[in-house]
């Protein structure tokens, strides 16, 4: 009887609010002059139990720390190298200097070659883009990291020239050519499409015509998409499975999409409408809610989506509107942004310490489960005892 104890007890250790939830990462940007240092960070992210994250760098600080963590962590090749390491010889040694001496203690999984290069204001970076990506996958292979590493690149939805309704989705005819060859990379590697895909940004264009709970993925009707039949009550599905069919489009139906970024600000401009810390609050809320049920769009029901959301902190050095410094869960010093279920914040002077609320009720919930059933295994004994 001890043995099934014992069995029972490590099957609901570290019971968690958000542990298993192997599909959510998040994005830990750094343009911000009063972060926390990165132990600090890791240990945030530990005590959310979030074990996947997004870095814009290769920030050697960062990566050391990170070593024999439970973190997997996605880096990035600056947008200003991809004609750099176009050269094999480059590609391989940014690789040599940049990877090489951190894996495998540093859970490397992704190698980001830019950022939304198809829609950057340097339209001659989109040239640059897949020979840099197959050198630097080239250079992957010839260490023998290619196998543990994907290469893709995070693409804009402005990407796209259609997205409504999800089965008309297209990308746009310029890009096309350029597309077609990245597609075909990621077929015979078998690494994901990225899309940054913010159902804010729809919502804000026309509040009129975009329902605040569609975009914020509260209940509500939804939509039907006409010629699939499928019906979508959320935006951010929508969005992921308009990128599904433009690459069926192109020949390329197999491919994953992962979502690189999605999130949703929590103050903004008085011309950002709906940026607000209950939206926000709710859009997250909901997304970590889909998360934990593992859930896949209605295109790919039975393929669960993986998310990145954007992002850990409040970055204060961000350019452009208020919205792009108020992204964050948590502001840079410790402090929660707003509540999505993910932790309650406790903060001393000398170190962020952050616990989770939910976690801290799911413990009990669970102490008291594994008692009960101590005590129900016990009587059963007793019983089976005096039935000999």
């Not at 926000?280 to 769009?297: D, F, I, V």
């Not at 914040?345 to 801290?360: G, M, N, P």
């Amino acid at each position: 009887m001890i043995h099934v104890f014992l069995l029972f007890s490590l099957c609901f250790s570290d019971y968690g609010f958000i542990h298993g939830v192997s599909s959510l990462g998040i994005n830990y940007g750094q343009v911000g002059d009063n972060l926390p240092p990165p132990d600090k960070v890791l240990e945030l992210l530990t005590s959310l139990k979030l074990t996947k994250a997004r870095i814009y760098d290769t920030n050697p600080q960062i990566l050391t720390t990170f070593a024999n963590s439970d973190v997997e962590l996605i880096v990035t090749v600056e947008n200003q190298m991809l004609p750099v390491v176009v050269d094999p010889q480059q590609a391989l040694q940014w690789v040599t200097t940049h990877i090489k001496p951190y894996f495998p203690a540093t859970k490397i999984t992704g190698i980001a070659v830019g950022n939304e290069i198809f829609t950057d204001d340097d339209t001659s970076l989109l040239g640059y883009l897949v020979p840099a990506i197959v050198s630097i996958h080239g250079a992957l292979a010839q260490l023998g990291l290619d196998k543990y590493i994907q290469v893709s690149t995070p693409n804009s939805l402005a990407v796209l020239e259609e997205s409504y309704p999800p089965s008309a989705g297209s990308f746009k005819g310029e890009v096309s050519s350029v597309m077609s060859q990245f597609l075909q990379f990621l077929s015979s590697t078998g690494s994901p499409f990225w899309i940054n895909a913010y159902p804010y940004f729809a919502y804000k264009d026309s509040p009129n015509k975009i329902s605040l709970d569609y975009a914020l993925s509260n209940k509500n009707p939804g939509m039907v998409d006409p010629y699939t039949r499928l019906h979508y009550d959320n935006m951010l599905y929508a969005q992921v499975d308009a990128v599904v069919c433009a690459m069926s489009r192109l020949g390329y139906g197999g491919i994953e999409v992962r979502v690189s970024e999605t999130g949703w600000p929590s103050k903004g401009d008085p011309d950002e409408v709906g940026a607000t810390v209950h939206n926000a609050a709710a859009y997250n809320r909901n997304l970590l809610r889909r998360q934990m049920s593992k859930e896949g769009t209605p295109l790919r029901p039975n393929m669960r989506l993986e998310v990145y959301l954007f992002a850990l902190f409040n970055e204060d050095l961000k350019p452009g509107p208020t919205s792009e410094r108020n992204y964050g869960l948590f502001q840079p010093d410790g402090t929660i942004a707003y509540n999505v279920g993910l932790s309650a914040l406790a903060t001393s002077s000398a170190s962020i310490s952050l616990t989770s609320s939910a976690t801290k009720a799911s413990k009990v919930e669970y102490q008291s489960l594994v008692y009960w059933m101590f005590v129900y295994l016990l009587i059963l004994q007793v019983f089976m005892r005096r039935q000999q």
